[in-house]
Antibody, heavy 123, light 105 residues
């Protein structure tokens, strides 16, 4: 069974940093593109970042570019999102997602989602 | 790049309903659809315009042409009530639609 379990969320002051983690199990982690998607309270979904299976390609939404860094450790089946210079509008539930197909580098749908971890940015 | 959906769609049980997603030249891209029920993570219900992942009922179908992708739910059931989001990729960035609240009256 595919499982994605996020952790690391919490309350942080504006300008602060937070590191999210996602523990993956039930599939060959290194074979899949992974993405972070977020959802502000009562709002829609927003794509945040993409990383290829081998970690060689990374893409970011304009809203987080230069502040967030995506990474993965295929030996540990782990995905991370380092978030710096956090702002109030970064407040959201952050979801770890797996791409549908086991292609190393492909823009695909998100077929597995974690339960999400809440990030609140407030003074 | 933007994807625009109607804020709300309502249907009676057993009827057919469609949710649209408008984006410039969307028909040239792959469209994906997600269902999200309150308090739950989204679920992929349509991928690559018209394909259903395993476990998704046959009453869900999709199409994509021109500037509009459409999710159709036939023989709607009360369990289909949820928020629905379309999604596509443009210039190496993921884009979600504005979302549609789907109500089964």
């Amino acid at each position: 069974e595919v499982q994605l379990v996020e952790s690391g969320g919490g309350l942080v002051q504006p300008g602060g940093s937070l590191r999210l983690s996602c523990a993956a199990s039930g599939f060959t982690f290194s074979s899949y593109v992974m993405n972070w998607v977020r959802q502000a309270p009562g709002k829609g979904l927003e794509w945040v970042s993409y990383i290829s299976g081998r970690g060689s390609r990374k893409y970011y939404a304009d809203s987080v570019k230069g502040r967030f860094t995506i990474s993965r450790d295929n030996a540990k089946n782990s995905l991370s999102l380092q978030m710096n210079s956090l702002r109030a509008d970064d407040t959201a539930v952050y979801y770890c997602t797996r791409a549908l197909h086991d292609y190393d580098d492909y823009f695909d749908g998100f077929d597995a989602w974690g339960q999400g971890t809440m990030v609140s940015v407030s003074s | 790049y933007e994807l625009t959906q109607p804020p709300s769609v309502s249907v009676s049980p057993g009827q057919r309903a469609s949710i649209t997603c408008f984006g410039e030249r969307l028909g040239r891209k792959h469209a994906y659809w997600y269902q999200q029920k309150p308090g739950q993570s989204p679920v992929l219900v349509i991928y690559e315009n018209d394909k259903r992942p395993s476990g998704i009922p046959e009453r869900f179908s999709g199409s994509n042409s021109g500037n509009t992708a459409t999710l159709t739910i036939r023989e709607t059931q009360t369990m289909d009530e949820a928020d629905y989001f379309c999604q596509a990729w443009d210039s190496s960035a993921g884009v979600f639609g504005t979302g549609t609240k789907f109500t089964v009256l």
